[in-house]
């Protein structure tokens, strides 16, 4: 049986995992409840965004913006946080 979504589904859901990484991820960080690896996990993060650039150049000759973004925004933070 194939479940149809709608656009509005998909929205909303989109909507509400962004809201939770804010709520538990950047404000839990923000505010000292959980100590989180920042370095670490953005030098992962920024290792992954080159990866999906590369990738995504060679297999299909485009150029993934957000990607991109993941790659320098980690990298900052990387190199910032130590």
């Given at each position: ?81 130590r």
């Amino acid at each position: 049986m194939r479940a149809l979504v709608s656009r509005r589904q998909v929205v909303a859901c989109s909507g509400a995992v962004l809201v939770a990484h804010v709520g538990l991820a950047h404000e839990a960080g923000v505010l000292g409840v959980l100590r989180i690896p920042v370095v670490w996990l953005a030098t992962v993060v920024s290792v992954v965004g080159w990866i999906v650039l590369v990738g995504e150049a060679l297999w299909h000759g485009g150029f993934h913006f957000f990607a991109f973004t993941l790659g320098v925004a980690g990298a900052v933070v990387a190199v910032e946080g130590r």
